[in-house]
């Protein structure tokens, strides 16, 4: 089981995620913009942390350069979640040192897959088609 920090604006968005990562044994942690989820992750040390682009107060792009920037969460894997999904602002996310980048819509399935190959140090696509 690993410890895992949802952020993300949509509140279904949200639901949808935890409940998944929770039914896969997970414990999950929740912010709904980018400066509480680098707050909440500064406290809880997550082992990993899922983070929205597109959210109120700051951005995932902002956060995820702070995250990086601070020594206790620097290390976190971070997969960006986004609808945003050309081919450069994906870059930017892996550029500012996110793991990977998921575009919305995705499967909730193919999330936890992600997840877990990412916390057992591999890395996979995920299916957007199903």
Do not use: N, W
Not at 51 to 80: C, F, H, N, R, W
Request: with cysteine; hydrophobic share 45%; net charge negative.
């Amino acid at each position: 089981m690993a410890r895992i920090l949802v952020v993300d604006d949509e509140p279904h968005i949200l639901k949808l995620v935890s409940f998944s990562l929770t039914s896969a044994g997970h414990e999950v942690f929740e912010a709904t913009d980018g400066a509480l989820g680098v707050e909440v992750a500064s406290e809880v040390k997550p082992d990993l942390i899922l983070l929205d682009v597109m959210m109120p107060l700051m951005s995932g792009y902002q956060a995820l350069e702070l995250l990086k920037a601070e020594e206790d969460t620097a290390g976190i894997p971070v997969v960006m979640l986004s609808a945003k999904s050309q081919v450069y602002e994906q870059q930017e996310g892996l550029r500012l040192g996110a793991h990977q980048y998921v575009c919305k819509p995705f499967t909730p399935r193919d999330l936890v897959q992600v997840v877990d190959d990412i916390l057992a140090g591999c890395e996979r696509e995920v299916d957007r088609d199903g």
